[in-house]
């Protein structure tokens, strides 16, 4: 049974960061690739960035939205099962549930999802 836990949201002003985690048990993130989506209040679910699973030739592949490239950075902690989400230069925008999600490979239907954590940032 997979589960994915994402933790680390909370309260920031415009400018501020935040580093998000997403934990998993019955799931290796060795095999598999890890993305961060989000749900702001009226909008629809939007991927956000992704790390690809390891092919074993190289280091991962990192994938980011436009509105976020230069502010979020994801990475992998090796060891501990882990994904972070950096979250720097916070915008009153980012508000949102954030979702940490798994599957084969990044994509739109992503095949596992946990419950999500709230980013809220105040202008």
């Known amino acids: 049974d997979v589960q994915l836990q994402a933790s680390g949201g909370g309260l920031v002003q415009t400018g501020g960061s935040l580093r998000l985690s997403c934990a998993a048990l019955g799931l290796s993130f060795d095999d598999y690739a890890i993305g961060w989506f989000r749900q702001a209040p009226g909008k629809e679910r939007e991927g956000i960035s992704c790390i690809s699973s390891s092919d074993g030739s190289g280091p991962r592949t990192t994938y980011y939205e436009d509105s976020v490239k230069g502010r979020f950075t994801i990475s992998r902690d090796i060891g501990k099962n882990t994904v972070h989400l950096q979250m720097d230069t916070l915008k009153p925008e980012d508000t949102a549930v954030y979702y940490c999600?798994?599957?084969?490979?990044?994509?739109?239907?992503?095949?596992?999802w946990g419950k999500g954590t709230q980013v809220t940032v105040s202008s």
């Open positions: 999600v798994a599957d084969n490979f990044c994509g739109k239907g992503m095949k596992y």
